[in-house]
Nanobody, 114 residues
Framework: QVQLVESGGGLVQPGGSLRLSCIGS????????MGWYHQAPGKQRELVAS???????NYVDSVKGRFTISRDGTKNTLYLQMNSLKPEDTAVYFC????????WGQGTQVTVSS
């Protein structure tokens, strides 16, 4: 069965950086539209960044210029490079693969705090 596994989260000070990874098994990332979402406590899950199968990217306004989504088809891995992190970026981050169906990972916690 399809499996997505996120990693790379952790505790970081404001202004710091993290790189999240999402590795897929039994799925070819290159033909899927992919996205990173986050969910803060008590809030709905929201799209942070997306990349289409054709490579077009899109970002929510709050992360533009700070986050970069990318994909390595040879490694079947989706990345989210997060720079200049802010306390409001604190959330669980999930990756999603979409084609006929949506597949989600289990999430990785990102905490931005001094």
């Amino acid at each position: 069965q399809v499996q997505l596994v996120e990693s790379g989260g952790g505790l970081v000070q404001p202004g710091g950086s993290l790189r999240l990874s999402c590795i897929g098994s039994r799925i070819m990332f290159s033909i899927y539209d992919m996205g990173w979402y986050h969910q803060a406590p008590g809030k709905q899950r929201e799209l942070v960044a997306s990349i289409t199968s054709g490579g077009s990217t899109n970002y929510v306004d709050s992360v533009k210029g700070r986050f970069t989504i990318s994909r390595d088809g040879t490694k079947n891995t989706l990345y989210l490079q997060m720079n200049s992190l802010k306390p409001e970026d604190t959330a669980v981050y999930f990756c999603k693969a979409s084609k006929l169906y949506d597949y989600w990972g289990q999430g990785t916690q990102v905490t931005v705090s001094s």
